[in-house]
């Protein structure tokens, strides 16, 4: 907590009598970041830390329920006249406390009022947070009397001798990578195929598994609790996590980036386990699954977690090895002093940076990560809407609203009534539009293709399909797939004994039932009237037959190219009736 330089204020009156003090759950553990001296609050029940200067540390280990908030500060401020925090400071401090929920007191109607303003800036965290991430958390169990009985496994488990072996499993699976790697690279061509979708997300929910559990394993290894376990939602996707943020009350700071790291390492071996599974099985069920967590450990190890660009694991390993705490919003506090400063004219803004040096890690973290963020999630909307074109629409629909929408309101709303701005408002309006016209007029200069590529199926304006009218076996090809053929063309011979059969049967059956006609009409006694009638049908049947056996021969129904690419793989194979054996396109 850095001191505003007030040591008075006007809302002083609604705090001063009140009697607060830290819950008794809270834990206080010292730590050292660039070699200053900070104090980490951490309460397990509620996992909720906060982070002190010595100065506010001293102020907040006085307050007892026996004391006022007047009564402490006044004590302070006669023990340390040039370093106890202002009124307005206390305020604050008090404010954000009692949010995180680590101080007890009973809170007055009157006190309410004075947090309600710091009450909305939260909830409008939140909901930045949720435009932006699209994730929600459902715990479900608690695994630390569970990771408590396995102490002594994971004792062993975190040694130089696993370390060792850890490497040796990954260089060989790295070496069968490369013998393998026109193989690797042909499999990775379907890895969004329909079919693969199962055993993708199978392979990413038991990743995700152990990459957490690593996590928790190391921080309870150094003396850290998880108690929390669950299922995430992230962008409406179940996957598992676990909380191991106890991890931030570690002095160490390699502690905390082992911790860190620790979900990578597990993930790389269990990819180097699947690595030899995959080259040592055939194509099927388990030789994908293999694959797939292969693809996946890959992926997301290189492009996020071990990239300190993005919030994930790397960020953190960073930020502990940089003793720099909370870097992502500090490097953004200090990209907006830059802004404020030098472009907009407000003399009085502040870096949050604590040195020249961390001044220039901020600045180059800031807009590294911005320009990667955007170049990722880019990479990845086109990536998905090349396979599914409707979710690659809503993603960017999505990351138009957060990344474009919503920050474009806040920060009109911000040059209009901002009073940082109160002085210097033409000049930020000004300077901000003259920017928007040198974007916009970029935009107008650089050449962009006017056109894209996209997959299609090639389909002729007209065609017809060629059928058969009569079942047989194909018995020869007359015309070979894109010959140009004109209407009533012969294009392919079947043959049907059956139905040869059924004529010859038919034949014979006129030919007896004209013999007894003949002898009826011998006898002028005989009716002639039913065998007449029989006589008609059996003429009909034969009409009928001997159109089928015409058909047997199919012919163009128009003028066009005959294509047929299998044509001749059908010789000799039976075509049920109205099978189809081929199109004629064009005319």
């Known amino acids: 907590m850095a001191r505003s330089?007030?040591?008075?204020?006007?809302?002083?009156?609604?705090?001063?009598?009140?009697?607060?003090?830290?819950?008794?759950?809270?834990?206080?553990?010292?730590?050292?970041?660039?070699?200053?001296?900070?104090?980490?609050?951490?309460?397990?029940?509620?996992?909720?830390?906060?982070?002190?200067?010595?100065?506010?540390?001293?102020?907040?280990?006085?307050?007892?329920?026996?004391?006022?908030?007047?009564?402490?500060?006044?004590?302070?401020?006669?023990?340390?006249?040039?370093?106890?925090?202002?009124?307005?400071?206390?305020?604050?401090?008090?404010?954000?406390?009692?949010?995180?929920?680590?101080?007890?007191?009973?809170?007055?109607?009157?006190?309410?009022?004075?947090?309600?303003?710091?009450?909305?800036?939260?909830?409008?965290?939140?909901?930045?947070?949720?435009?932006?991430?699209?994730?929600?958390?459902?715990?479900?169990?608690?695994?630390?009397?569970?990771?408590?009985?396995?102490?002594p496994f994971i004792k062993h488990l975190i040694s130089p001798v696993f370390g060792i072996l850890w490497l040796l499993v990954v260089i060989a699976a790295g070496k069968l990578v490369v013998d393998h790697f026109d193989a690797v690279t042909e499999q990775a061509q379907g890895i969004l195929a329909s079919d693969n979708l199962i055993l993708l997300y199978a392979g990413l929910v038991i990743l995700k598994g152990l990459h957490e559990f690593g996590h928790a394993i190391v921080c309870k290894r150094y003396g850290g609790e998880v108690h929390t376990m669950g299922v995430m939602l992230l962008v409406f996707t179940p996957l598992p996590y676990m909380d191991a943020t106890s991890s931030w009350s570690f002095r160490s700071r390699w502690q905390r980036a082992l911790v860190g790291a620790a979900g990578m390492i597990v993930e790389i071996f269990v990819a180097a386990i699947a690595t030899f599974v995959w080259a040592k099985t055939g194509p099927g069920t388990l030789h994908s699954l293999a694959y797939n967590m292969m693809f996946i450990a890959s992926v997301s190890t290189v492009l996020f977690n071990a990239n300190p660009l993005l919030q994930f694991d790397g960020y953190y390993i960073l930020s502990d090895l940089l003793d720099i705490p909370n870097l992502a919003t500090r490097a953004r506090g200090h990209l907006r002093h830059l802004v404020e400063r030098y472009v907009f004219g407000y003399k009085d803004s502040s870096s949050p940076s604590q040195s020249l040096k961390e001044a220039w890690w901020l600045g180059v973290?800031?807009?590294?990560?911005?320009?990667?963020?955007?170049?990722?999630?880019?990479?990845?909307?086109?990536?998905?809407?090349?396979?599914?074109?409707?979710?690659?629409l809503i993603m960017a629909l999505i990351c138009v609203i957060s990344w474009g929408v919503v920050p474009s309101f806040r920060f009109v709303s911000y040059l209009a009534s901002s009073p940082r701005l109160a002085r210097t408002r033409s000049r930020a309006v000004a300077a901000s539009i003259s920017a928007l016209v040198v974007l916009l007029a970029l935009l107008a200069i650089i050449p962009f293709p006017h056109r894209f590529r996209a997959p299609g199926v090639l389909e002729a304006a007209g065609y017809l399909r060629v059928v058969n009218d009569a079942p047989g076996y194909v018995e020869a090809v007359l015309v070979p797939s894109g010959a140009e053929v004109s209407e009533g063309t012969p294009l392919m011979k079947l043959s049907n004994r059956e139905l040869d059969y059924e004529i010859e049967e038919a034949i014979a059956q006129r030919e007896e039932t004209l013999a007894l006609q003949m002898r009826a009409m011998s006898l002028e006694t005989a009716d002639l009237a039913p065998i007449r009638k029989r006589l008609e049908s059996i003429e009909a049947k034969l009409k009928d037959l001997r159109g089928q056996q015409a058909a047997l021969i199919v012919r163009a129904r128009r003028s066009g190219v005959f294509v047929s690419p299998r044509s001749t793989e059908m010789v000799g194979a039976w075509l049920p009736r109205g099978s189809v054996v081929g199109e004629i396109v064009g005319s």
């Open 365 to 392: 973290f800031g807009i590294s990560s911005g320009i990667y963020r955007v170049v990722v999630f880019t990479g990845i909307i086109f990536f998905v809407a090349d396979k599914f074109l409707l979710a690659g």
């Open 5 to 151: 330089g007030t040591t008075f204020s006007e809302s002083w009156h609604r705090i001063a009598n009140l009697r607060v003090s830290l819950r008794p759950t809270v834990k206080v553990r010292k730590q050292l970041f660039r070699g200053e001296k900070w104090y980490v609050l951490h309460d397990p029940f509620n996992n909720q830390f906060f982070r002190l200067r010595p100065e506010a540390h001293d102020f907040v280990s006085r307050l007892r329920p026996d004391r006022t908030v007047e009564e402490v500060w006044e004590e302070c401020l006669k023990r340390h006249p040039d370093e106890a925090p202002g009124q307005e400071d206390v305020i604050q401090l008090l404010t954000q406390l009692y949010f995180a929920n680590l101080l007890y007191f009973e809170v007055p109607a009157d006190t309410e009022k004075l947090f309600e303003r710091y009450r909305k800036r939260r909830q409008r965290e939140i909901q930045s947070k949720f435009l932006s991430i699209m994730f929600i958390r459902i715990p479900l169990l608690d695994p630390e009397n569970f990771l408590r009985r396995c102490l």
